[in-house]
């Protein structure tokens, strides 16, 4: 196994969760360093994680990385792909790759010109418990399926979104830089259900805004998405208000069985076999570890620029249909 060195690119809020999981693979990669254009926010990452800080994205990329962590928002990502997979990187870029399917059918086309791998950080892929859902269905278990659901439903009060009013990272309650809730929150769950069913026929969306304070900002709080997709049907789901009570609920329903979460177990039934059993969830890579492994193994990533642009596609077609009342179709 090649131990890579790592560039980290925009070192926000988010960075925490791939600095730690980075971090706990010191046998796969060393972070050579990182860069972010607020340069308190860099110096505050270096005093706290001792990792040296550039003040430029080029000299970062002068230090000769192998890989590029790029942690930024949306909006400036393509032109900063562009440039590492011009030095030679290879890139793992947060989610979402971009708000337009343009721009991530873009991203995807520099890797491939550039030979190098790009991985999109969307989770439920990697998630041992979700990951599982996924095997029992591309093992065959539950035969053809029928529907895939993907629902979360999380506490949120008025203090909560008053005080992401005045955080650092405002921008994720601006609609327009955000993409919205089913971009910046929902699209671990699109992403999931894309694996499963396939390619997007159809999308209809609705959206909405329980807390004054997301409302005042233009933003959602609300999002009930339906897709068809080549195998079956999916639905997802978020709600954050005041008074929910944390849940996730995931599950696939097939011709021949089901299996869903129960907290952190996974329940099986397949009635023309009499199976009716709880499983546990079957180890997987996280997404640094799959991702490396990918690169070692020359594969195409669990991740990659084309399930990236697939995703992208539900969810810019969520959002059109959000705004017109109408299903959008993709195919």
């Known amino acids: 196994m090649k131990r890579y060195r790592v560039a980290m690119i925009g070192v926000g809020d988010v960075a925490q969760t791939h600095q730690t999981m980075l971090s706990q693979i010191p046998d796969r990669c060393e972070v050579v360093g990182m860069f972010d254009i607020d340069p308190a926010q860099l110096q505050w990452r270096r005093e706290q994680w001792g990792c040296r800080a550039f003040d430029s994205l080029e000299a970062l990329l002068d230090a000769r990385p192998d890989v590029c962590w790029v942690m ?56 041992p418990t979700t990951h599982t859902l996924g095997q029992l269905f591309f093992q065959g278990v539950l035969g053809d399926l029928i529907k895939a659901y993907y629902l979360e439903y999380i506490q949120r009060d008025e203090a909560v979104w008053r005080k992401k009013l005045q955080a650092r990272d405002i921008w994720r309650l601006d609609f327009a830089k955000s993409g919205g809730r089913i971009f910046e929150f929902s699209i671990h769950g699109i992403n999931f259900l894309q694996w499963i069913g396939g390619d997007a026929r159809w999308v209809y969306g609705k959206n909405d805004a329980v807390s004054e304070t997301v409302r005042g900002a233009g933003q959602d709080d609300v999002v009930s998405a339906h897709v068809a997709f080549a195998r079956g049907y999916g639905i997802n789901e978020t709600i954050m208000a005041p008074g929910m009570r944390d849940r996730f609920l995931a599950g696939i329903v097939g011709t021949r069985g089901e299996c869903f979460l129960e907290g952190k177990r996974i329940r099986l039934i397949v009635p023309c076999e009499k199976r009716d059993e709880w499983i546990d969830p079957m180890p997987c890579a996280n997404r640094a570890v799959s991702f490396f492994d990918s690169l070692d193994r020359g594969e195409t990533p669990l991740q990659d620029g084309k399930a990236a642009i697939a995703t992208t596609r539900i969810c810019c077609a969520f959002n059109e249909s959000a705004r017109t009342h109408q299903a959008v179709h993709l195919a």
């Open 72 to 127: 930024t928002p949306a909006w400036p990502r393509l032109a900063i792909l562009e440039r590492c997979f011009a030095a030679g990187c290879h890139c793992f870029a947060e989610k979402p790759l971009a708000l337009k399917v343009d721009e991530a059918e873009k991203a995807a086309a520099l890797a491939e010109k550039a030979g190098r791998r790009l991985f999109v950080g969307c989770n439920a892929r990697n998630i």
